[in-house]
């Protein structure tokens, strides 16, 4: 059943229309219909499975914003915000959906040729593709991998580490140095094919949280991919990773603050039920002072997020806000996840409770760049910085 009042708060965000209300709706049901029975097996599985994407496909809940040319609706950023809240409110093990349709679709929308357009935008929409966005190395750089053109292709060397979707895409979006003479630029970015010669993909690994986000290694031995499976320009792979890293943050941070937000209502209701020596746990004073401390987060929270997404939508260059954004309420709702569990005590330490799977979900969040001191490298030029 769709949680009506909290869908119609929505209604005091200026950048949600009398429309984006309706397809939150919509999709909620689907969501609590499809999503909300089976997650649990999925993810004792530790993948989602490809139908339900396809469901999500057939329903028009992927990639809204593309062009209708290529199956979309042309839906403005604030239904994507629609769909990341309502993937993070089931589980953050959705969080691999959100590659395929506002990740690597972005990058092929943005950057790729027609062709590229043609080939792949229509299936990531629909569900029947699968995607990874290979980015991350041992060393949180991408130079470690190259490229380098050898008899009419780009031959790649060098691994991956940690890539969401990783152990079972179809299609990869693969940083790599292929510029050798100008330090830490000359970066490219391939399109590669899950059958590539020389692709090999590693084990599921197994993780500490987001257990339904399937994650592997990618291994690439002198692996051949056409001249054409170039993303955009050669050697501007860094350019473009740059002009994504806006919404990428912003939507981080959304996401973490929704995945507290969820920690906090599952908290409410245990002290709803709870008594500690015949008394309503909800009404001890230390409980409702940490309660009030943890609304008051998400208040502020909540107000900066929205601030950022009218000024996206805007399109203001807020790339420096929005990673203060992604490290204060990555921060921030990991200290809200500790909270509530003290107010679970022991009672939340249940493996199979919600609680303690959504407290092991949050502490991935803060690792989406590295540690944090290299998300406060982005802003941390004092000449740039208002205060």
Known sequence: MVNTMAVNKDESRSFFTK???????????????????????????????????????????????????????????AYSVVVAEEL?????????????????????????????KHRFLPGLRSGELLSAYALSEQDACPEQTTAVKKDGYYRITGAKTFITNGYRADLMIVACKNDFGVGLDGI???????????????????????????????????????????????????????????????????????????????????????????????????????????????????????DLICKHMDGENIITQVSMAEYWITKMSKRISDRCMQVHDGYGHRSDDKIIRRHRDISVFSTRKGPTDIIKNLFANPNELDA
């Open 188 to 306: 490219s970015l391939l399109l590669v094919d899950k059958d590539t010669p020389g692709l090999t993909m590693g084990r599921k690994l197994v993780k500490d949280g987001r257990n339904g986000l399937e994650t592997a290694d990618l291994f690439f031995d002198d692996a051949a991919v056409p001249l054409e499976s170039i993303l955009g320009e050669e050697g501007k792979g860094l350019s473009y990773i740059n002009q994504n890293s806006q919404q990428e943050s912003l939507m981080c941070a959304l996401k973490s603050l929704m995945a507290a937000k969820e920690m906090y209502h599952l908290t409410k209701g245990y002290v709803k039920e709870g008594k500690t020596f015949n008394k309503n746990i909800s009404q001890c004073p230390k409980t409702r002072s940490t309660f009030a401390e943890i609304a008051t987060d998400i208040q502020v929270g909540s107000t900066l997020v929205d």
């Open 19 to 77: 429309e984006h209300l309706l397809f939150r709706r919509s999709f909620r049901e689907f969501l609590d219909n499809e999503a909300v029975p089976h997650y649990h097996q999925w993810e004792k599985e530790g993948e989602i499975p490809r139908s339900f994407r396809k469901k999500m496909g057939d329903n028009g809940f992927l990639s809204p914003w593309l062009d209708v040319e290529f199956g979309g609706s042309g839906a403005d950023f």
């Open 88 to 116: 993070e409110r089931i589980r953050s093990g959705l969080a691999g959906i959100f590659i395929d349709s506002d990740v690597v679709a972005r990058y092929i929308a943005s950057f790729g040729t027609i062709d590229q």
